[in-house]
């Protein structure tokens, strides 16, 4: 198993690292140069770790979604 960082913030030094996906379901592809607007909700959380439920959408349509596990430290 291997994990990287997804997310990180420079003014407090915390990173988010993709340790898992669930529920991947892909639409669709998007077509070259078509602007993306990626979305996440929080569904849950534990400790450092939360789980969020993500979209991935282009011109209003839906291209994926999927439940994503992340663990955030310091």
Do not use: I, Y
């Amino acid at each position: 198993q291997a994990a990287m960082v997804l997310l990180e913030n420079p003014e407090s030094a915390t990173k988010a690292f993709l340790a898992g996906v669930e529920e991947l379901v892909v639409v669709r592809s998007p077509a070259a140069g078509q602007r993306l607007l990626a979305s996440a909700e929080l569904q849950a959380r534990f400790g450092g770790t939360v789980k969020v439920a993500a979209r991935l959408e282009a011109d209003g349509q839906e291209l994926a979604t999927a439940s994503l596990l992340l663990v955030v430290a310091p």
